[in-house]
């Protein structure tokens, strides 16, 4: 069983920045590849980006590339997603969540979920 929590989100304007920390803890937690995805009021849950295990592997959204950076550090059982140039389309309570699939893009691929962080974005 693996626990995860989120924390970092807040409300910041257009154009800032945020970086959200998600902490996992739990047998074998470093093993797993961790996303994070993101569901806006009256849409569903989309995925953002997800790091694999080692780190070397990592892949976005279309909507975030080029500004936002997910990243992991196994010593402390973290996972990272710096968020740059955020825009009013960015708000959206934002959920981690792992995985032992290859590759996962889908909320069904990711047996382990966090209880989210608000991030809110002012034009």
């Known amino acids: 069983q693996v626990q995860l929590v989120e924390s970092g989100g807040g409300l910041v304007q257009a154009g800032g920045s945020l970086r959200l920390s998600c902490a996992a803890s739990?047998?074998?937690?470093?093993?797993?590849?961790i996303g994070w995805f993101r569901q806006a009021p009256g849409k569903e849950r989309e995925f953002v980006a997800r790091?694999?295990?080692?780190?070397?592997?990592?892949y976005y959204a279309d909507s975030v590339k080029g500004r936002f950076t997910i990243s992991r550090d196994n010593a402390k059982n973290t996972v990272y997603l710096q968020m740059n140039s955020l825009k009013p389309e960015d708000t959206a309570v934002y959920y981690c969540?792992?995985?032992?699939?290859?590759?996962?893009?889908?909320?069904?691929?990711?047996?382990?979920w966090g209880q989210g962080t608000q991030v809110t974005v002012s034009s």
């Open positions: 739990g047998r074998s937690s470093s093993y797993y590849t």
């Open positions: 790091i694999s295990w080692s780190g070397g592997n990592t």
């Open positions: 969540a792992a995985a032992t699939w290859v590759n996962p893009t889908e909320v069904y691929e990711y047996a382990h």
